[in-house]
């Protein structure tokens, strides 16, 4: 069992950083694969970027490729994105999920977080 708790959400004008952390539990955090995804508003919820807590590996959506950035800390059994250069569309509620799979697809991800809100004005 996992249990993730997301911070890190706010407003920030277009062309800002935030950067969005999540706290997990459970004894095997090591060996999951640690993904975030968001959704807006009337939007089917969206991969943005995974990594696999065991290598460090990494998998981005093509939308936040080269500006946001997915790390992880095993000791702390945190995970971090870090977002740059952000525009009104990245605008959602920000999701932490943990998995056993590498994948983009929602369904294969077995636990979550409740989730924290971006804003980006324009």
């Known amino acids: 069992q996992v249990q993730l708790v997301e911070s890190g959400g706010g407003l920030v004008q277009a062309g800002g950083s935030l950067r969005l952390s999540c706290a997990a539990s459970g004894r095997t955090f090591s060996t999951y694969v640690l993904g975030w995804f968001r959704q807006a508003p009337g939007k089917e919820r969206e991969f943005v970027a995974a990594i696999r807590q065991s290598n460090r590996s990494t998998y981005y959506a093509d939308s936040v490729k080269g500006r946001f950035t997915i790390s992880g800390d095993n000791a702390q059994n945190m995970v971090y994105l870090q977002m740059n250069s952000l525009k009104p569309e990245d605008t959602a509620v920000y999701y932490c999920?943990?998995?056993?799979?590498?994948?983009?697809?929602?369904?294969?991800?077995?636990?979550w977080g409740q989730g924290t809100q971006v804003t980006v004005s324009s």
């Open positions: 999920a943990a998995g056993t799979v590498m994948t983009s697809l929602a369904r294969y991800y077995d636990f």
